[in-house]
């Protein structure tokens, strides 16, 4: 069994394909013109806190600064499932460093729309580092499927010790 990853890039796009004994398993085609920064996670700078918005601006390096609500800050073991309370101040403060991910791409003169709560995605598995929640895709109707697939993924995580208080789906 042979799988090989063949790679195309021009200044235009980048094509992979992945091969697997002389047939085609995926292809991936990233045109630059289309490249956005959704899901992009960065180390930010809060410039700017608005109490008034419950929000704040946050310096993530790109042309505008980004925007980031209240409701968009997540709090590990907080309430309301780890939503932020009332207050942007109590979470953010002008100076104050903080890793976020971007929701929303930026549009006309308005910069990116950011959250706190990170997650990463691949194929198959979406880990969330702040999160303690272990679930299965709700697109998996089959319930004997998806128990099968929660024991693996629970007895995957008692093997690894790194999954302590991480999340996947």
């Known amino acids: ?3 090989e990853i063949l790679v195309n ?12 004994n002389g047939a085609t ?3 991936h085609i990233e045109r630059s013109t289309s490249r956005g920064i959704v899901g992009n996670i960065y180390a930010g700078k809060v410039v700017r806190v608005l109490p008034g918005m419950q929000a704040a601006f946050v310096d993530i390096g790109t042309e505008r600064t980004s925007f980031i609500h209240v409701s968009d800050i997540f709090v590990p073991g907080g309430e309301d499932r780890g939503r932020a309370s009332d207050s942007i101040r109590d979470h953010l403060h002008d ?3 903080v890793i976020v991910q971007v929701t929303k791409e930026p549009l006309g003169t308005k910069g990116a729309r950011l959250t706190t709560e990170l997650s990463v995605s691949s194929r198959y598995l979406v880990f969330m580092p702040l999160t303690a929640h272990v679930g299965i895709s709700q697109r998996i109707d089959d ?10 993924l629970e007895e995957g995580l008692q093997l690894e010790e790194m999954g302590q208080g991480s999340g996947y789906i």
Do not use: F, N, W, Y
Not at 143 to 152: M, S, V
């Open 9 to 20: 890039v021009t200044p235009m796009e980048t094509r992979v394909a992945v091969v697997d």
């Open 95 to 97: 100076g104050k460093k």
């Open 25 to 27: 398993q995926d292809i």
């Open 1 to 3: 069994m042979s799988e």
């Open 143 to 152: 319930t004997t499927e998806r128990e099968r697939l929660l024991a693996l």
